[in-house]
């Protein structure tokens, strides 16, 4: 394993934190909308809206930690590289791309919840336009 390795992860993790992070930030958008809606008129619907987000906001943010944990075993990976501990740098980059994986498959938990949620308003609409 070259130096060039673990650095072909670096465009890739980074575009995934990224997308955590607008993912993350969206979220907090309409749970802070969903609250001041709530507050001046408290509906059931809402609270449940925004418990559920809450799910998915502790979601990504397991994502993202998973995610940078990756990309810090990545550095950790290149250097042991340099100092010519191949060893090391087998088992480091083994960790990074089993954090990785991980937070993939965190993501992937993450886009059903939203899938069934908004599976869930979009029933609900209906619901209101057959009465």
Known sequence: ?????PALLFPAISLLLLAYTNRFLVITQLIRSLYK????NPDLDIRKQILHLRVRIIAIRRMQVA??????L???TMFAIF???LY???????GSMVLL????????????ISGQALQLQ???LEQLSDD
């Open 88 to 94: 090391l740098a087998n088992i480091f980059f083994a």
């Open 74 to 76: 990545c550095v950790v």
């Open 83 to 85: 100092v010519q501990q």
């Open 101 to 112: 994986l991980v937070s993939l498959f965190i993501s992937l938990y993450e886009v059903q």
């Open 122 to 124: 979009l029933k609900n």
């Open 67 to 72: 995610g940078i944990s990756s990309f810090i």
């Open 1 to 5: 394993m070259s130096l060039t390795t």
């Open 37 to 40: 809606q709530n507050d001046t």
